[in-house]
């Protein structure tokens, strides 16, 4: 049951991402900013999903938090190099454009992995 509260929190948390265009704001074009959600987010709820089935939960978390910032400076490295070469350098877009793919995806599976954790914590006894 905490592995659909902690999606159903993190698809709200994804929404309002969506509503305040926040991937704009850190660097995505604006002609695909929310397209990169809408393919990104299902696919990070998938792997959430699954992760909650097969591993630990602090495992998780710490893994799609590295995936998180792995996929940023991707994206930002493709960013860099696309407007560095004037739109020439097809491969710098293309990580571009996935790299933000991927973080939207492992951003939505951290959020998940974060809120099943929040959900399913309890104080250690002594």
Known sequence: ????????????????VAALDLPKSLGAHPWWSLKVLMIGVPIGAILALIASCLSHPNKAVVLFLLAT??????AKYGQIQFAASYAEDALAGTLWYFGWISLAASAMAFATAVFQRLINFTYPTE
Do not use: N, P, Q
């Open 1 to 16: 049951m905490s592995r659909w509260i902690g999606l159903g929190a993190a698809l709200c948390l994804a929404a309002l």
């Open 69 to 74: 910032l792995a996929s940023y400076i991707t």
